[in-house]
């Protein structure tokens, strides 16, 4: 299907590959990530008339209609997409640039432009305060039985007891993480490949958001 206009202020879906660096024109050595963005489909449109606001769904990942359900093979048929894995909703100011079915891709990113990545970070089991929480350890003197314990954790008069939400031991990661203000470094449409200066969220394979950020300044 054809498409409109280049869409400007919707994000991408895409897959972690890894990181390396790449050299600028003064020969400095700069990080990046290496993400393998769409390409994507419009698998939705939401305007102000239909749904109370304007939105773009897009879907990622073509896979096997048998992993998909019954809903969802529906829901795309509307929109004459293929099976798609993963969907995702990005709000918009104007949806009349985009129809059902258009495909996004790396072009719609350009050099230099600041994006705001999200995905799953790393998740790293039942972890202790120290290293979730990053807190001070306790005395290393050999009288010490106070390493790497928690301490008091409840006020000592009424009510005398521990409040929801106390920093404590527990599952550290995965969760959702968004680093914001990231600046695309290369772009390879060819391959559907962004070089995003810096690390993002989780390890290699995990599924991204990347979209223009919406914080002003640097």
Known sequence: ???????????????????????????????????????????????NQTDGYNAIQIGYDQVKPKAINKPE????????????????EYRVDDTSNFELGQPVNTDMFSIGQIVDVSGKSIGRGFAGYQKRHNFRRGPMAHGSKNHRLPGSTGAGTTPGRTYPGKKMAGRYGGTKVTIRKLEVVKIDQERNLL????????????????????????
């Open 195 to 218: 070089a995003i200066k810096g690390a993002v969220p989780g390890k290699p394979g995990t599924l991204l958001s990347i979209a223009p950020t919406n914080k002003v300044g640097r």
């Open 73 to 88: 093979i529906g829901h795309l048929a509307k929109s004459s997409a293929p099976p798609l894995r993963h969907l995702r």
């Open 1 to 47: 299907m054809s498409r409109k206009e280049k869409p400007v202020s919707v994000g991408i879906l895409g897959t972690k590959l890894g990181m390396t660096q790449v050299f600028d024109e003064e020969g400095r050595a700069i990080p990046v990530t290496v993400v393998k963005a769409g390409p994507c489909t419009v698998t939705q449109i939401k305007t």
